[in-house]
C-alpha cells in the first residue's frame, strides 16, 4: 500500500473507530440526560484520536534501510 493512501485510511479510519466506539459506550445511556452523553461521547473520541493518530503516523514513517548493508 502507498503512503498517500495509508494516510488517507488513517485519517479517515481512526476518527470512525473512536466515533463507533464512543457511540457503543453512550448507547445505554442514550435515554438519559444529553450533557454526561456528551461528556462521555467526547472523552472517548478524544482518548480514540490521541492514542490512535500516533500509531498511524508510527506505521505511516517509512522504513530506515539497514546501515550495515
Keep these: 500500500m502507498n503512503r498517500s493512501l495509508r494516510l ?3 485519517a479517515v479510519c481512526v476518527p470512525t473507530v473512536s466515533a ?3 457511540a457503543l459506550v453512550c448507547w445505554p ?3 438519559g440526560p444529553l ?3 456528551l461528556l462521555v461521547f467526547g472523552l ?3 482518548t480514540g484520536i490521541s492514542a490512535g493518530l500516533p500509531a498511524c503516523l508510527t506505521w505511516l514513517t517509512p522504513k ?3 546501515p550495515e548493508n
Excluded: M, R
Aim: aromatic share 0%.
Design 20 to 22: 463507533l466506539a464512543a
Design 8 to 10: 488517507v485510511v488513517a
Design 29 to 31: 445511556i442514550h435515554g
Design 64 to 66: 530506515n534501510p539497514d
Design 44 to 46: 472517548i473520541l478524544a
Design 35 to 37: 450533557g454526561p452523553q
